[in-house]
């Protein structure tokens, strides 16, 4: 029988792993300010390059407003587009408290979040309490790099100085897991919770698992 592979590190994305997120609310509130349907906004409301520009810290909130405002034909003020964009956070993924209290100084917990600096404003308050048990919480916004893109993991890995082969990494979205496995590092696809525990069985580190 094969020994489990050994890791040092436990990275986690934030929105869909630790934080639910609906970006339904969004455009209900940006719908309901212009006066127009939010189901005829969906198809316009797209994770484009201006959003991967604003979520790199290239570009202002008032220049991605700037670009929603014209993406979707409604004439909102700024403040308004905030309003909405800050409402998509619902609260924590059930069971992640838990989770992550039982992991706390028994090994290195770290986050990786594709995010604004409007959006981090908020939900590094708002969720302070949940976020309490990371050693280190990495944004695109202040790496100036955004996952799925390699120099983007090998990043954090450098900052925390763990070798991408033995971190293991969570998320929700299957393009930044890919990405995560194009450097080295082992890396799993989750929607919950139990996903995340299943995945941790799989591997052993001291202190949380034996080494036999």
Not at 32 to 49: C, M, N, S, T
Not at 137 to 163: M, N, W, Y
Not at 185 to 209: F, L
């Amino acid at each position: 029988m094969n020994p489990k592979p050994a890791i040092d590190a436990l990275l986690f994305d934030l929105g869909g792993v630790i934080i639910q997120l609906d970006f339904e609310r969004a455009l209900a509130h940006w719908a309901a300010r212009a006066g127009a349907d939010a189901r005829a906004l969906k198809p316009h409301f797209v994770f484009d390059e201006t959003l991967a520009r604003y979520e790199r810290g290239e570009i202002a909130a008032r220049d991605y407003y700037a670009a929603l405002r014209w993406a979707l034909s409604i004439d909102i003020p700024d403040a308004q587009f905030d309003h909405g964009w800050n409402a998509i956070f619902t609260g924590e993924m059930p069971g992640i408290d838990a989770l992550l209290r039982s992991l706390e100084g028994r090994v290195p917990l770290y986050v990786f979040s594709n995010t604004n600096v409007d959006h981090q404003r908020v939900w590094s308050s708002r969720f302070a309490q949940v976020l309490r048990p990371f050693e280190r919480i990495f944004t695109s916004c202040e790496l100036g790099k955004r996952k799925p893109a390699p120099e983007a993991f090998h990043a954090v890995a450098q900052a925390i100085d763990v070798p991408p082969e033995r971190i293991l990494f969570f998320d929700d979205t299957l393009r930044n897991v890919e990405g995560a496995l194009a450097v080295g590092m082992h890396a799993a696809h989750v929607r919950s919770t139990p996903d995340i525990e299943a995945a941790i069985a799989k591997y052993r580190w001291p202190g949380v698992n034996d080494r036999k």
